[in-house]
């Protein structure tokens, strides 16, 4: 590495001795097609990046080759990318016309990529987010069998209820799977020298037995959740959303699903995290809030063979009684973690009988602990070995106003309309902080928010008037 192919690839007005340093300093931009990687010039249709992107995605040993060339191969296998793409796609047992239809691929594309010509790498990169690959390996020789799982197993849901479960569905949560690893690498580039909370959790095999029951498992693993993030004995949890976003790291990605769904837990590679369905009774922000809980005890404690990947949960599975014998052990184990992490059982019996009991003491722990009515008189029954007895008590509509603001996931405020509602909310914020790192170019701000460049003033307004800081 020379101090001439530093000035020839990052620019003359560059400074430093090492390509990190040049790169931080450089003003220069690039562009990536699917066979390539060259200097940007104007009227370019590839991707545009800026120059600490090509070092973090290409390294210097591919741009030094720019040195005294106007661009550089990047294609490290000649079957790439279109063997990934079509081994994911049947993984997921779709057609290719399906999916590109549903991201507007032209037919020339769709004809190009089937003889295997060259397709424009924006198209490349948009089918790859859609079924859940990571776009940045595109072309190269990089093992995709953690996508292939998930797209087995997305598969194997669909053909198990194939109306409520549909190939729409299919590539929601793919793409999902897309959105957690993102973000997750996203923010990683700006939070290196940030620990990672979730190193103080591990896998809890234990369900329980005749003798120990799964929900005492469960009410257990709430209570040592608690403790480990400093949530005082008997405190509400205000913000299950911040706790699962701000305090653990953890993706929360808003999805439009089938209304008998309520969340999903979804692993991808090392990467987990939340899938929340805006629709449904998830609307109502005390359910919402049991839904978030219980992935949470879903990810935070599942062994992975449990997860399976991905775990998709209906709002008939959550909203039950820990007791529920048609539950399995695995689901009665996270109801009853999301109970008693929001709302510890000796915490609620005493706001009961302090408040006076009854419709009052009902009412009560409904607005403080912000869980719903039907949850609160089973937690009330079962941490009182049934001495309160809460099914004949009526009580008035609770005003759910402030937990929906402790809760908003930021979806109906986003503007443009054209982002997903799967990128609005922390992937947002996490796509600002890398811009204005200057980690990343507008033209991928822009593509990673799904909008176009002239819409990205918007996005970038209305995620810093919306989403808190972390």
């Known amino acids: 590495m020379t101090v001439d192919e530093l000035k020839a690839v990052f620019g003359a007005d560059s400074n430093g001795e090492t390509a990190e340093e040049r790169a931080s300093t450089s003003q220069t931009q690039f562009v990536r097609s699917q066979h390539q990687l060259s200097f940007y010039k104007e009227n370019a249709t590839g991707r545009k990046i800026n120059a600490k992107e090509a070092l973090r995605l290409f390294g210097w040993n591919t741009l030094k080759h720019l040195a005294d060339k106007l661009s550089t191969p990047i294609l490290e296998n000649k079957d790439e990318p279109y063997r990934s793409i079509q081994n994911q796609l049947n993984s997921l047992g779709l057609e290719l016309d399906f999916v590109a239809k549903k991201i507007h691929w032209t037919d020339e594309s769709i004809n190009r990529f089937k003889e295997r010509r060259q397709v424009s790498f924006r198209d490349l990169e948009k089918i790859s987010r859609t079924l859940g690959l990571n776009e940045d390996y595109l ?7 953690e996508a292939n799982t998930l797209g087995i197993r997305l598969r194997k849901l669909r053909s198990s209820d194939s109306v409520k479960f549909t190939e729409n569905t299919a590539l929601r949560l793919a793409e999902a799977a897309w959105t957690i690893q993102k973000q997750n690498e996203i923010s990683a580039l700006y939070e290196r020298n940030r620990n990672d909370p979730r190193g103080d959790f591990s896998p809890e095999p234990d369900y329980g037995d005749k003798w120990h029951p799964d929900y005492k498992v469960g009410y257990e693993l ?23 976003e701000d305090w653990l790291r953890i993706p929360v ?9 309520a ?11 939340i899938v ?3 629709t449904g009774e998830n609307k109502n922000p005390l359910i919402r809030r049991m839904t978030m809980a219980h992935e949470l005890g879903h990810l935070l404690w599942d062994p992975d063979e449990k997860l399976q990947k991905i775990t998709i949960d209906g709002y008939n599975l959550i909203n039950k009684d820990v007791g529920e014998t048609s539950l399995d052990h ?11 992490f929001l709302a510890p059982g000796a915490a609620i019996i005493n706001e009961f009988r302090t408040a006076g009991e009854g419709s009052t003491g009902l009412e009560s722990i409904i607005a403080k602990y912000g869980i719903g009515r039907m949850a609160a008189g089973y937690h009330l029954a079962n941490s009182s070995n049934h001495q309160i007895d809460a099914d004949h008590i009526k009580i008035r509509n609770p005003d759910f106003s402030e937990w929906e603001g402790r809760e908003s996931l930021a979806v109906p405020l986003f ?7 799967s990128r609005r909310g922390r992937f947002a914020y996490c796509i600002v902080c890398a811009l204005d790192n200057g980690l990343i170019s507008r033209d991928t701000a822009a593509s990673l928010f799904g ?3 002239r819409e990205l003033h918007l996005a970038i307004k209305t995620t810093r008037d919306y989403i808190s800081p972390a």
């Open 330 to 340: 695995v689901e009665r184990r996270a109801n009853a973690f999301a109970i008693e």
């Open 253 to 261: 990605i808003q999805l439009e699903l089938h209304s008998s769904f």
């Open 263 to 273: 969340g999903a837990t979804v692993a991808a590679g090392d990467h987990r995290g």
């Open 139 to 145: 072309g190269k020789n990089i093992n995709s069998s």
């Open 222 to 244: 709430a209570q040592k959740a608690r403790k480990i993030l400093g949530i005082k004995e008997g405190d509400p949890v205000l913000s299950i959303k911040e706790v699962i």
């Open 415 to 421: 503007q443009p309309e054209s982002v997903p509602i």
């Open 451 to 453: 909008c176009s460049e």
């Open 276 to 278: 929340i369905n805006v």
